[in-house]
Structures are given as structure tokens and as C-alpha cells.
């Protein structure tokens, strides 16, 4: 069972990024479902790293793409980045060993987190490059 089910609501219609969220959604997913099947921390941390890396990874890629088209709400969006990266390496950090409890706080953080962000902030560039006509495809 999904915490999170992808629906046509998080395309944004940039291709690349739409891909990241996507792969993103499916990492939650599917730690979500080791959590439920009763798994231990060490997979349940080895997929959420995973996860973060990624992010990393999505987070620069958005980032240096808004620069190049002078997106007007770069540094507001380039802050909640960091703060998330902040808030989530906190919060992995307190989850050493077993307290499964935890594991559910982070997961529904990456959640509500992960849903809000591409429906709201991430879905702002998405409006802003159609409004100007901007091609959609990534160089
Ligand atoms: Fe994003
Ligand atoms: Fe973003």
C-alpha cells in the first residue's frame, strides 16, 4: 500500500524533473512498504539515504535549471530546499536503532513534505515557464 499515490495532479510538464518526482515518490513507497512488512532499520535507513541523495541530486538539478531561466523565485525555492535537506538530516539522525515510531515521523514528513513541494512551490516554475511560452524541453 502507497503513503504516497502518484497522480496526474504532480506533473508539472518538465519532463526531466516530472521523472525525478516520480522516482522520488517511488523511493517513499516503497520504504513505506518495508516499514509495514516489518522490516529492520538498517533497510529501512539504506532505501530513506537513497532517498536523500536523491534529492540531493533533483534538488541541484532544479536548481541550476531556475538559474538559467532566470526564474524569478529561485532563492525562496533554493531556501525550502535547504531546509528540508536540514530537517532531514536531523531527523535521520535520531533514528538510530529500533524506535519504529521514528521511522514513521519521517515518513510522514517526506510525505507531506514531498506532496506540498512539487503541488505548490515546484508546480510555481511549472506555470511560470508556460506563461512564457518557455520550450519544455531540457537542454
Ligand atoms: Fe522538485
Ligand atoms: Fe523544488
Redesign the pocket.
Known amino acids: 500500500m502507497p503513503i504516497i499515490v502518484w497522480n496526474a495532479d504532480f506533473i508539472l510538464g518538465v519532463q526531466q524533473f516530472d521523472e525525478h518526482h516520480h522516482h522520488l515518490v517511488d523511493l517513499l513507497n516503497q520504504a513505506y512498504d518495508d516499514f509495514i512488512a516489518g522490516a529492520g532499520s538498517d533497510s529501512i535507513n539504506k532505501i530513506l539515504d537513497e532517498l536523500v541523495d536523491y534529492a540531493t541530486y533533483h ?1 541541484a538539478a ?1 536548481e541550476h535549471w531556475m538559474s538559467e531561466m532566470s526564474y524569478p523565485m529561485f532563492d525562496e ?1 533554493r531556501a ?2 535547504n531546509r528540508f535537506s536540514s530537517r532531514v538530516a536531523e531527523m535521520l539522525k535520531d533514528c538510530n536503532g529500533d524506535r519504529m515510531s521514528l521511522w514513521l515521523e519521517v515518513m510522514t514528513f517526506l510525505n507531506n513534505w514531498l506532496t506540498n ?2 503541488l505548490k ?2 508546480a510555481r516554475y511549472g506555470h511560470y515557464i508556460a506563461a512564457k511560452g518557455i520550450s519544455l524541453h531540457l537542454v
Open positions: 534538488f532544479e525555492h525550502e530546499h513541494h512539487i512551490s515546484d
